[in-house]
């Protein structure tokens, strides 16, 4: 007999990191993957923020803790790996939640393509892409590969990956090579170690965040800008999404529900990447 659908999404007695999960975003994740049964280990670059999300957690009746990591030292991640491991037993989901763009690779009237710092186009680059995805891949991935039942992988990519946007020229590119190396490290994984270990990501559409706020919003006024009123005009559903809005998703490429996916890119994203504008 199949499986029945409350139970194919249940994700009780699995261990889940997710890095970035002090963020808006992240932590709607890690609070998503505990409604779910798992437990959430919370890696951020700032262990109160990290914390903080737990603490709603455990409070709301779930099992979660925060740890410290930097997606620019490798050393953190390793000793974060470690401590959730001996704290957990073992990772059996790895939310790859970190990235973000920066005013100093952001195309302006103040500042052309010509003039933007190779220091923050590679920082965002290494956000997204190095830091954020490959280098948390590699050290947590490597504790995964003798699960039993395997793990699964879910990388953070955009909707920059399908269409790039104007001004954004590094984290467009930097987007469109996690969706590449979510497809290359899923085959990957399946041929060489295990095909129980499944990788995917999820592009989200627009979400307003700290980092995307300066372009989509009037610092002054709050008003959406040009570009913000243009966005809202090409998503069908006429908004921005919501942090909750990743959760449905995200709970079913962890789970059982999605046991035969791998290698896939699921927008979220309110119908933009299917409007042609017209």
Same mark, same amino acid.
Do not use: C, W
């Given at each position: 007999m199949s499986a029945q659908?409350?139970?194919?999404? #249940?994700?009780?007695?699995?261990t889940?990191?997710?890095? %970035?999960?002090?963020?808006v975003l992240g932590g709607s994740i890690a609070e998503g993957l505990a409604s779910a049964g798992a437990t959430v280990a919370i890696a951020d670059v700032r262990l109160d923020m990290a914390q903080a999300v737990a603490d709603k957690i @455990? /409070?709301?009746?779930?099992?979660?803790?925060?740890?410290?990591? &930097? $997606?620019? &030292?490798? /050393?953190? @991640?390793?000793a974060c790996n470690t401590a959730i491991c001996a704290d957990f037993c073992q990772v059996d989901i790895?939310?790859?939640?970190?990235?973000?763009?920066?005013?100093?690779?952001?195309t302006s009237p103040d500042?052309?393509?010509f003039d933007l710092p190779q220091d923050a186009m590679l920082k965002v680059? #290494?956000?997204?892409? $190095?830091?954020?995805?490959?280098?948390?891949?590699?050290?947590?991935i490597k504790s995964m590969i003798n699960n039993e039942d395997g793990g699964v992988i879910i990388n953070i990519s955009s909707m920059n990956a399908f269409r790039p946007l104007t001004r954004i020229p590094g984290y467009s590119a930097a987007k469109a090579a996690v969706s590449n190396f979510t497809q290359w490290l899923a085959v990957h994984l399946a041929q060489e170690y295990s095909p129980k270990l499944r990788v995917n990501a999820v592009a989200p559409g627009f979400f307003l965040t700290e980092q995307n706020r300066f372009l989509l919003t009037d610092k002054e006024t709050g008003?959406?800008?040009?570009?913000?009123?243009?966005?809202? %005009?090409?998503?069908?559903?006429?908004?921005?999404g919501s942090p909750e809005d990743l959760i449905g998703t995200t709970i079913w490429l962890a789970s059982d529900a999605s046991k035969f996916v791998t290698?896939?890119? $699921?927008?979220? &994203?309110g119908g933009f990447s299917a409007f042609s504008g017209v």
């Open positions: 659908p409350t139970t194919m999404f #249940d994700l009780t007695g699995k889940a990191v997710v890095t %970035g999960g002090g963020g @455990i /409070a709301a009746g779930g099992k979660a803790k925060g740890y410290a990591l &930097d $997606v620019f &030292d490798r /050393a953190t @991640i390793e790895l939310i790859n939640g970190v990235g973000g763009n920066m005013g100093g690779a952001t500042q052309s393509f680059i #290494d956000l997204n892409l $190095v830091g954020g995805v490959v280098l948390p891949s590699q050290v947590f008003e959406p800008t040009p570009r913000g009123e243009t966005i809202i %005009g090409h998503t069908p559903q006429g908004r921005y290698g896939i890119v $699921v927008p979220v &994203d």
